[in-house]
Every structure is written in structure tokens, then in C-alpha cells.
């Protein structure tokens, strides 16, 4: 699931670089009115600048919401690393030893 987000965020990425590269400036508005011949566009006159500006938006609210799922699976991971579950428990049985103490009193048998 963190490759698949993670590819996703990659091509979110590139594809807002993308669409900001296309998208014309705000100055460039005023030489189309001069005849530039805006009008005979696939999306009319201004319909191409809200429709990148609107793709734009949608893939930038995309972007951030894999960005806070990555965090959150950054989060996770550095959690389970650094837990008290990862750790091994062993048991062991109490040490006998037969020696005495030097101060012990002596025993006879």
C-alpha cells in the first residue's frame, strides 16, 4: 500500500509541475484581445484557463492528501520500530548455587 500511495504522489507531483508549466500567465490575457485568435480553441475563449486552473486545484488536493497518508506511514513505521513490542522476552529459570556464602556458618552433614 506505501509503494502504491507513493507512485501516486510521484505522478501527482510531475503532473502539477506540468500544468503549472501550460498554464498561461495573467499578462497574457491582454495580447489575446489583439487577435490572437483565443476564441477558436477546443475550450473557447477562457474556458481552457479555469479548466487547467480547475485540473490544477483537483491534483493538488490529491497531492496533499497522499502527502498526509505517507506521513502517516512514516508515522507508523518509526512507532512499530521503536516499540517494546518488537522486543524479544525470554524467560529463564532462577539460578541454584550450591556454594555457601564464607560467612555462612558451617553445616555438618
Same mark, same amino acid.
Given at each position: 500500500?506505501?509503494?502504491?500511495?507513493?507512485?501516486?504522489?510521484?505522478?501527482?507531483?510531475? $503532473?502539477?509541475?506540468?500544468?503549472?508549466?501550460?498554464?498561461?500567465?495573467?499578462?497574457?490575457?491582454?495580447?489575446?484581445?489583439?487577435?490572437?485568435?483565443?476564441?477558436?480553441?477546443?475550450?473557447?475563449?477562457?474556458?481552457?484557463?479555469?479548466?487547467?486552473?480547475?485540473?490544477?486545484?483537483?491534483?493538488?488536493?490529491?497531492?496533499?492528501? %497522499? +502527502?498526509?497518508? $505517507?506521513?502517516?506511514?512514516?508515522?507508523?513505521?518509526?512507532?512499530?520500530?521503536?516499540?517494546?513490542?518488537?522486543?524479544?522476552?525470554?524467560?529463564?529459570?532462577?539460578?541454584? +548455587? %550450591?556454594?555457601?556464602?564464607?560467612?555462612?556458618?558451617?553445616?555438618?552433614?
Amino acid at each position: 500500500m506505501y509503494s502504491f500511495v507513493l507512485v501516486v504522489h510521484i505522478i501527482l507531483a510531475i $503532473l502539477i509541475i506540468a500544468l503549472v508549466l501550460v498554464q498561461q500567465g495573467k499578462g497574457a490575457d491582454a495580447g489575446a484581445s489583439f487577435g490572437g485568435g483565443g476564441a477558436a480553441t477546443v475550450f473557447g475563449a477562457s474556458g481552457a484557463g479555469n479548466f487547467l486552473t480547475r485540473l490544477t486545484a483537483i491534483f493538488t488536493a490529491l497531492f496533499f492528501a %497522499t +502527502s498526509l497518508t $505517507l506521513a502517516i506511514f512514516a508515522k507508523k513505521q518509526t512507532t512499530d520500530a521503536y516499540s517494546l513490542k518488537s522486543v524479544q522476552t525470554s524467560t529463564s529459570a532462577p539460578v541454584t +548455587s %550450591t556454594e555457601t556464602s564464607p560467612n555462612a556458618p558451617k553445616t555438618t552433614e
